[in-house]
């Protein structure tokens, strides 16, 4: 299936995502935003898929914001109603069964820097720039940035970066641990495939409980030691783990 916003390519276990707008800095629209949901939708069915790299066309942008220019005329509740569209794309992402890794490669501002945190790692290059900067348009951030940015890098960092809107480059975001790594532009996608090819040696199933158990910790509402508990017992009925335990007591690499 072909997209108008978004590209798609597979490498080996990975598919790569990139938000195809150069000419608009990748700006995040709605059309885009329902792209989004379509594609990851469909990956999380495909067998084929184990990773995704999520990322930016061009050298310039990751995504440098949300497309202003919807904002326009909108009512508080048309508002609204485009927050909860947003938002149902960024807990897709961070609730994915798989591991999705955002590559970003230059200005990640607003809604791309929210797309970003809802990644499970961030990896950015030496020339990227983050920020929120909607306190500048009367607005604040609407698609998960207040709760995201908050439980990556604490109450107060975080209010720096949203009641400032100023932007800060990667050796701020890798000391406040907003990005997971930092490397060469040339090196990004290098870097993203080389931690996912990783993770591809290890059991997906156990991967896809892992992610369930840490963003439960992350919600007030839930249990996350509870949901723990039950994870680390469905892991014992899977095929994988009688492959790793197998492996261990035979002395050799496991095959998941």
Same mark, same amino acid.
Request: with cysteine.
């Given at each position: ?79 609204? %109603? #485009? ?5 149902? +794309?960024? !807990? ?5 069964? /798989?591991?999705? *890794? $955002? ?83 040339? %090196? #990004? ?5 080389? +931690?996912? !090819? ?5 059991? /997906?199933?156990? *991967? $896809? ?22 994870s680390f017992g469905k892991s014992f009925g899977s095929e994988d783990f009688n492959e790793g335990v197998s492996a261990f007591l035979e002395k050799r690499k496991p095959?998941?």
């Amino acid at each position: 299936m072909s997209y108008e916003n978004v590209l798609l390519t597979h490498k080996g276990f990975t598919t790569y995502v990139t938000i195809n707008r150069e000419s608009k800095l990748n700006a995040l629209n709605y059309d885009t935003i329902a792209e989004l949901k379509t594609v990851f939708t469909a990956l999380k069915q495909d067998e084929n898929t184990r990773g995704v790299i999520l990322t930016g066309a061009g050298a310039k942008a990751f995504v440098a914001g949300a497309d202003i220019q919807e904002f326009v005329g909108k009512s508080d509740e048309q508002a609204m %109603e #485009l927050s909860v569209f947003g938002h149902e +794309l960024m !807990d897709m992402l961070a609730n994915f069964p /798989k591991p999705i *890794i $955002a590559a970003i490669n230059g200005f990640a501002l607003g809604g791309g820097l929210e797309l970003a945190l809802a990644c499970h790692i961030r990896i950015a290059a030496e020339t990227a720039k983050m920020g929120l900067p909607e306190v500048s348009l009367g607005l604040i951030p609407g698609y998960g940035g207040t709760q995201r940015l908050t439980q990556l890098v604490g109450r107060g960092k975080a209010l720096e970066m949203i009641l400032t809107g100023d932007m800060i480059d990667v050796k701020d975001a890798y000391q406040w641990g907003l990005v997971n790594k930092v490397v060469a532009q040339d %090196e #990004l996608l290098d870097a993203a495939q080389a +931690l996912l !090819d990783k993770m591809y040696q290890r059991s /997906k199933s156990a *991967i $896809a409980n892992a992610i369930h158990a840490v963003n439960a910790g992350m919600e007030k509402a839930i249990n996350g030691y509870q949901i723990e508990i039950e994870s680390f017992g469905k892991s014992f009925g899977s095929e994988d783990f009688n492959e790793g335990v197998s492996a261990f007591l035979e002395k050799r690499k496991p095959n998941f």
